[in-house]
């Protein structure tokens, strides 16, 4: 059960607490979208294994979402952020990078 | 003959009688036996029955890895299958009983299996309960069922109570024998909070038993030493009796502690489940000696070598009176020396091994012990209990040179460290040739969320086996655990063990080394589930070659005790024939927990009325005391109907549903969803959420509204009310508040951040009160209510009024085509409003309807309910819901889904009403009947039912469903399932049945 800190409330907490919502920073395809561009933002997602960006929701404590890089193998929190960002922040980024050379996420590097 | 010894039994009580039964035979003990050792005593060396051959078993272990003695304990709301008699402390009136056979345990007709077994290979059951089809569900089905499990599941419910607890630690120690305690002290010395757990209900394993001196005196007063300083520390928890069952992600670690198993009684749990955070864990588990594979190693007086001195030097008891032993190690001669010791005899030592063992075999000689090298057992005589060995070379194919007779077999073929915990989690192992075992692999140790180790193995558990080495690894375990979780390790001086000095084991994986196949279907790997040598060959042969297939295949490890003996000699086995090394091949995956927990320590507190919340609206008490039939939805109980004296449910509908339609009704609708929306952006957040415009609405007014997801699925719905320039309240169904506030927050905060606005549920802030019919006006005038008229208060508007005194908000809204308000009060007046209208109602001969009533009612007006008419693949389209749908706006959630080909669609299934042509009411979830079959053989169907209900207004049967064509179908007579069989026919109708024009609600 893994253990997560809310960058909300500040608050680290037990998996019980949060609520998984997938993956981070989808980017919605509007009423005017073309059926590939539409159907990517319904259906395709990341499943690395590895380093990936996830939303999560502080469900029963301040219900804030938030996002989380977490290595979906070791099961590693690399840390949390805003949910109100387009992309990861970039203190976050450098810190995998020194963890993880070389890693990939999306265009993401 | 197994039996009581004079002397000795260091764990038990001798002043202390226990009175036990077994199969309905009264037996005694001491206070401090083990059920096995208690059966023991009383020479009961069979105890139940293998599952797939029905073979006989005994005891083989002294400990948590043994798979043969299983029995039943407790009785009626106390009994529970499967239970290991080595684990289970001895009390006053314990009755315990053999299982998987019948009619006796002596005597088992399913030991005609055994005499079968060469019909019943490895894959029995895949290759003979395949064809034909027609035999699975009413032959095949009940042969396998009746065949499965072991012991029988408890009829009664659980009299027991249990607990859960939550526990945080730097260092958890799991496993309180020598290693856990050297490591614990480490910890503890260093200031850190420790947590300390053995799964016995004593400290100190099985070191005492194998004996040595710690600082010059016996290791039993260096335990008590470590014991005594770890009891003095504030800083140090000690739990006996408290298992380490499982080690989970980031340091969480499950604790199964047996509180009064060994004493039962009310008013005490009987297990409690530690849910534990530990920065760092250090597995002290031990090691688990390893049987040998020889034909009849199953046969009861077979068991494990340290098992027997355990027996004798534990507890007092022996398994036999001539004890021959087999080995591939040193270790075993111990076993030697501790039968001699207690006045019993060893006919012989077989030593596998060609050059044989170290200086314990040289005492062994001079104690006057015959010791042989290069030999093994050929085969074990005897059926129910041993009474010989066969000899022969182990380098030979099983040609016998010798009988011996015996009652007792010690066999010993190695030890393989407990790693189950440092696997759980993602600790890997290492094969160590050397030992002949898997042990953990220190660099790469399970990870947390750091990413870094929080597990470390010590003592025997990391593959130390001499007491020095033990103790040494043990140190430094608690060391680097205690650093790891923050604190400065504290200096210790190393005590001084002399160790005697060890010649290593030789891998035996089958003995004979040649055995023949007679030989090999005859040696057993997997006691419980009955899985031999020969069965993991065939396995191989037949290309199940991957250990996990080789695994299912076999069953081997896959019974209750999961392989704790079976599982290396298994993959051993499987790798020689495979012709691989074994750390190629590889061990099947070790899952939590180690041994069985009981149900109720999972479920904890969790059960009857604590098993959920129940959420009860403010008129709860009202309803319960007026006949109430209930119904529960989610958490809440919502009324169904209300019973009068000797009137049935479907009566009590049909005058709730009259009494209303004619004269007036009052619902309790405080459940529904009350979602207030603020802010200046308010209008253009619910625009983007509902599919109809919701930012035109003027204050003051209701509209309905519909929710979709991304999809262009309809979620929810209800009536918009906007209360000023900025505030809305959004009414959702009663599932739906939580749900639909979920979502709302999800938009608002992860995609239109910038818009301005509030979401709060008050859902349980007010109660609301339906008041419901052609006299509904009158009804809350004579309660003083003013300004209500048609005029003043039209349809779809609200307004704020008092009512019998209390200030109310009115939503003139229908649900059942009546006229009718809606009455919203804070919580904590609404059974003051409830009383005051059921009061004044009297005298219009008022009713109180459920929710059975309200759903006749919508569905007479073909108001559509989500949950009947959706289920999560419909869209508004289909429910002829496209009024609700604005074409002026650019954007809402669901639009762009809905423009989907398969969405847009003309020939999907759209909302039809149906009449049976005979009036009859159509079955709950029947289909519409299509012409011909699907390519699965199946009937064509063309649509389904959604909503039935039998119509007192209309005195018929009508129903809701989906159907292919829609309306355009209307006047068609279709055929509707039935379970009996014969379809039904129905006319297509318009689903509003009541009311077309819309005459009644709006007046």
Same mark, same amino acid.
């Given at each position: 059960?893994?253990?997560l800190?809310c960058?909300c409330?500040?608050?680290?907490?037990?998996e019980t607490e949060f609520h998984g919502g997938g993956e981070a920073h989808v980017k919605r395809a509007g009423p005017s979208s073309e059926d590939a561009a539409f159907e990517t933002y319904l259906f395709h997602r990341e499943n690395p294994?590895?380093?990936h960006f996830e939303r999560w929701r502080h469900v029963t404590g301040c219900g804030k979402w938030f996002m989380a890089a977490r290595?979906t193998?070791?099961?590693?929190?690399?840390?949390t952020y805003s949910a109100q960002t387009l992309a990861p922040?970039?203190?976050?980024?450098?810190?995998?990078?020194?963890?993880?050379?070389?890693?990939?996420w999306r265009d993401v590097? | 003959?197994?039996? #009581?010894?004079?002397?000795?039994?260091?764990?038990?009580?001798?002043?202390?009688?226990?009175?036990?039964?077994?199969?309905?035979?009264?037996?005694?003990?001491?206070?401090?036996?083990?059920?096995?050792?208690?059966?023991?005593?009383?020479?009961?060396?069979?105890? !139940? #029955?293998?599952?797939?051959?029905?073979?006989?078993?005994?005891?083989?272990?002294?400990?948590?890895?043994?798979?043969?003695?299983? %029995?039943?304990?407790?009785?009626?709301? +106390?009994?529970?299958?499967?239970?290991?008699?080595?684990?289970?402390?001895?009390?006053?009136?314990?009755?315990?009983?053999?299982?998987?056979?019948?009619?006796?345990?002596?005597?088992?007709?399913?030991?005609?299996?055994?005499?079968?077994?060469?019909?019943?290979?490895?894959?029995?059951?895949?290759?003979?309960?395949?064809?034909?089809?027609?035999?699975?569900?009413?032959?095949?089905?009940? $042969?396998?069922?009746?065949?499965?499990?072991?012991?029988?599941?408890?009829?009664?419910?659980?009299?027991?109570?249990?607990?859960?607890?939550?526990?945080?630690?730097?260092?958890?120690?799991?496993?309180?024998?020598?290693?856990?305690?050297?490591?614990?002290?480490?910890?503890?010395?260093?200031?850190?909070?420790?947590?300390?757990?053995?799964?016995?209900?004593?400290?100190?394993?099985?070191?005492?038993?194998?004996?040595?001196?710690?600082?010059?005196?016996?290791?039993?007063?260096?335990?008590?030493?470590?014991?005594?300083?770890?009891?003095?520390?504030?800083?140090?928890?000690?739990?006996?009796?408290?298992?380490? =069952?499982?080690?989970?992600?980031?340091?969480?670690?499950?604790?199964?502690?047996?509180?009064?198993?060994?004493?039962? /009684?009310?008013?005490?749990?009987?297990?409690?489940?530690?849910?534990?955070?530990?920065?760092?864990?250090?597995?002290?588990?031990?090691?688990?000696?390893?049987?040998?594979?020889?034909?009849?190693?199953?046969?009861?007086? %077979?068991?494990?070598?340290?098992?027997?001195?355990?027996?004798?030097?534990?507890?007092?008891?022996?398994?036999?009176?001539?004890?021959?032993?087999?080995?591939?190690?040193?270790?075993?001669?111990?076993?030697?020396?501790?039968?001699?010791?207690?006045?019993?005899?060893?006919?012989?030592?077989?030593?596998?091994?060609?050059?044989?063992?170290?200086?314990?075999? $040289? +005492?062994?000689?001079?104690?006057?012990?015959?010791?042989?090298?290069?030999?093994?057992?050929?085969?074990?005589?005897?059926?129910?209990?041993?009474?010989?060995? =066969?000899?022969?070379?182990?380098?030979?194919?099983?040609?016998?040179?010798?009988? $011996?007779?015996?009652?007792?077999?010690?066999?010993?073929?190695?030890?393989?460290?407990?790693?189950?915990?440092?696997?759980?989690?993602?600790?890997?192992?290492?094969?160590?040739?050397?030992?002949?075992?898997?042990?953990?692999?220190?660099?790469?140790?399970?990870?947390?969320? &750091?990413?870094?180790?929080?597990?470390?193995?010590?003592?025997?558990?990391?593959?130390?086996?001499?007491?020095?080495?033990?103790?040494?690894?043990?140190?430094?375990?608690?060391?680097?655990?205690?650093?790891?979780?923050?604190?400065?390790?504290?200096?210790?001086?190393?005590?001084?063990?002399?160790? %005697?000095?060890?010649?290593?084991?030789?891998?035996?994986?089958?003995?004979?080394?040649?055995?023949?196949?007679?030989?090999?279907?005859?040696?057993?790997?997997?006691?419980?589930?009955?899985?031999?040598?020969? &069965?993991? /060959?065939?396995?191989? /042969?037949?290309?199940?070659?991957?250990?996990?297939?080789?695994?299912?295949?076999?069953?081997?490890?896959?019974?209750?005790?999961?392989?704790?003996?079976?599982?290396?000699? !298994?993959?051993?086995?499987?790798?020689?024939?495979?012709?691989?090394?074994?750390?190629?091949?590889?061990?099947?995956?070790?899952?939590?927990?180690?041994?069985?927990?009981?149900?109720?320590?999972?479920?904890?507190?969790?059960?009857?009325?604590?098993?959920?919340?129940?959420r009860?609206?403010?008129?709860?008490?009202?309803?319960?005391?007026?006949?109430?039939?209930?119904e529960p939805v989610g958490h809440w109980?919502r009324?169904?109907?209300?019973?009068?004296?000797?009137?049935?449910?479907? &009566?009590?509908?049909?005058?709730?549903?009259?009494?209303?339609?004619?004269?007036?009704?009052?619902l309790?609708a405080s459940t529904l969803g009350k979602l207030i929306v603020k802010g200046p952006d308010a209008g253009k957040f619910l625009d983007l959420l509902y599919t109809n415009m919701m930012s035109t609405l003027k204050p003051g007014r209701c509209r309905y509204g519909l929710m979709c997801d991304e999809n262009g699925f309809l979620m929810d719905d209800g009536v918009v009310a906007r209360i000023d320039e900025n505030t809305f309240l959004c009414h959702t169904t009663t599932g739906g508040a939580d749900r639909i506030q979920a979502h709302m927050e999800e938009w608002l905060q992860t995609e239109w951040w910038d818009l301005k606005a509030h979401v709060v549920n008050v859902t349980e802030?007010y109660?609301q009160?339906g008041?419901?019919?052609? /006299?509904?006006?009158?009804?809350?005038?004579?309660?003083?209510?003013?300004?209500?008229?048609?005029?003043?208060?039209?349809f779809m508007t609200w307004?704020?009024?008092?009512?019998?005194?209390?200030?109310?908000?009115?939503y003139r809204i229908s649900f059942s085509g009546?006229?009718s308000?809606e009455?919203a009060?804070?919580?904590?007046?609404?059974?003051?409003?409830?009383?005051?209208?059921?009061?004044?109602?009297?005298?219009?001969?008022?009713?109180?309807?459920?929710t059975e009533?309200l759903h006749v009612m919508r569905a007479e007006k073909g108001f559509i309910m989500i949950g009947d008419e959706t289920d999560g693949t419909v869209i508004p389209q289909d429910l002829n819901l496209d009024w609700a749908i604005s074409k002026k706006k650019e954007d809402f959630l669901g639009k762009r889904g809905q423009l989907r080909s398969h969405l847009a669609d003309p020939n999907r299934w759209k909302l039809v009403g149906l009449e049976?042509?005979?009036?009859?009411v159509i079955e709950d979830g029947a289909y519409v009947l299509a012409d011909g079959q699907n390519d699965k053989?199946q009937r064509n169907m063309q649509g389904r039912i959604t909503s039935t209900y039998?119509s007192?207004?209309?005195?018929?049967g009508i129903a809701m469903g989906l159907l292919k064509g829609g309306m355009t179908r209307m006047g068609d007579i279709v055929q509707v399932t039935?379970?009996?069989?014969?379809a039904?026919?129905a006319k297509v109708v318009d689903p509003v049945f009541y009311d077309k024009a819309g005459?009644?609600q709006n007046?």
């Open positions: 059960m893994l253990l800190e960058p409330c500040g608050v680290t907490a037990e294994k590895g380093v290595d193998a070791t099961l590693e929190v690399f840390g922040p970039e203190d976050l980024l450098k810190q995998i990078r020194d963890k993880r050379p070389g890693f990939k590097q | 003959m197994s039996s #009581r010894l004079a002397k000795g039994g260091r764990k038990i009580d001798r002043s202390q009688k226990v009175s036990f039964t077994f199969n309905g035979r009264q037996m005694s003990g001491y206070a401090g036996d083990t059920l096995a050792s208690a059966l023991l005593a009383n020479d009961q060396m069979l105890v !139940g #029955r293998s599952f797939k051959y029905h073979r006989p078993r005994g005891i083989v272990a002294s400990g948590a890895e043994e798979p043969n003695a299983l %029995v039943g304990l407790g009785e009626g709301g +106390r009994f529970e299958p499967n239970q290991r008699a080595t684990t289970t402390e001895l009390f006053d009136g314990l009755s315990a009983t053999s299982q998987n056979h019948w009619p006796s345990l002596e005597f088992d007709v399913g030991a005609i299996n055994s005499k079968l077994s060469r019909f019943f290979p490895a894959g029995f059951y895949y290759k003979t309960f395949m064809g034909p089809r027609a035999f699975w569900k009413h032959v095949y089905e009940p $042969i396998i069922r009746k065949s499965a499990g072991l012991g029988k599941a408890p009829t009664e419910k659980d009299a027991d109570t249990y607990e859960h607890l939550y526990a945080f630690a730097d260092v958890l120690v799991i496993g309180g024998g020598i290693a856990g305690l050297t490591a614990a002290v480490a910890a503890g010395r260093a200031g850190a909070r420790v947590l300390l757990m053995e799964q016995t209900a004593h400290w100190g394993g099985r070191a005492p038993v194998d004996g040595g001196d710690v600082d010059g005196a016996p290791v039993a007063a260096h335990i008590d030493a470590l014991v005594g300083e770890l009891s003095g520390m504030a800083n140090v928890t000690m739990r006996l009796r408290c298992m380490g =069952a499982g080690v989970y992600d980031h340091g969480y670690v499950l604790g199964y502690e047996r509180l009064t198993d060994h004493a039962p /009684q009310s008013g005490v749990p009987r297990h409690r489940l530690w849910r534990i955070r530990a920065a760092q864990v250090v597995t002290a588990t031990g090691a688990i000696e390893r049987p040998l594979a020889f034909a009849g190693n199953d046969i009861p007086g %077979v068991m494990l070598a340290a098992a027997v001195r355990d027996y004798i030097v534990d507890l007092g008891v022996s398994p036999g009176d001539r004890v021959a032993i087999v080995t591939n190690n040193d270790d075993a001669y111990r076993t030697a020396f501790a039968v001699k010791d207690a006045g019993l005899e060893v006919p012989i030592i077989l030593d596998a091994r060609s050059a044989g063992g170290g200086d314990l075999a $040289i +005492r062994a000689r001079e104690m006057g012990i015959r010791v042989e090298h290069n030999r093994a057992v050929a085969h074990v005589s005897g059926g129910k209990r041993v009474t010989g060995v =066969a000899i022969c070379a182990q380098a030979g194919g099983g040609a016998v040179i010798e009988e $011996i007779a015996c009652d007792a077999v010690a066999m010993s073929g190695g030890w393989s460290p407990v790693v189950h915990l440092w696997s759980h989690c993602g600790g890997k192992l290492v094969w160590d040739d050397t030992k002949a075992m898997f042990r953990p692999d220190g660099s790469r140790a399970p990870t947390s969320h &750091d990413g870094k180790p929080f597990v470390t193995c010590a003592g025997s558990a990391n593959g130390a086996l001499s007491l020095s080495e033990v103790l040494d690894d043990a140190r430094s375990a608690g060391h680097s655990a205690v650093q790891a979780a923050g604190y400065d390790p504290v200096e210790q001086a190393a005590p001084s063990v002399e160790d %005697v000095a060890e010649i290593p084991l030789a891998p035996v994986w089958v003995m004979p080394a040649g055995a023949t196949e007679k030989l090999r279907s005859k040696s057993w790997l997997d006691y419980q589930n009955d899985v031999k040598v020969s &069965d993991i /060959q065939l396995a191989a /042969q037949e290309g199940f070659e991957s250990v996990e297939h080789a695994k299912r295949y076999t069953t081997l490890g896959m019974a209750t005790d999961q392989g704790k003996l079976s599982n290396i000699n !298994g993959l051993a086995v499987l790798s020689n024939a495979l012709n691989e090394a074994i750390p190629q091949v590889g061990t099947t995956t070790f899952r939590p927990p180690y041994t069985p927990i009981s149900l109720g320590s999972i479920a904890g507190g969790a059960r009857d009325a604590a098993f959920q919340p129940l009860r609206t403010p008129l709860h008490a009202w309803h319960e005391e007026h006949g109430v039939k209930w109980r009324p169904y109907c209300y019973l009068q004296a000797g009137e049935s449910a479907h &009566d009590a509908v049909i005058r709730e549903v009259n009494g209303t339609r004619n004269r007036v009704g009052l309790d802030q109660a009160i008041v419901v019919g052609p /006299q509904a006006r009158q009804l809350l005038e004579v309660l003083g209510t003013p300004g209500i008229d048609a005029e003043t208060l039209p307004v704020d009024r008092t009512v019998a005194g209390i200030p109310a908000r009115l009546e006229l308000y009455l009060v804070p919580a904590g007046q609404g059974m003051a409003l409830w009383q005051s209208l059921v009061e004044a109602g009297r005298a219009f001969d008022a009713v109180t309807y459920g009533a049976t042509v005979d009036g009859s053989d039998y007192p207004t209309l005195g018929r039935r379970i009996s069989g014969n039904v026919a005459d009644k007046v």
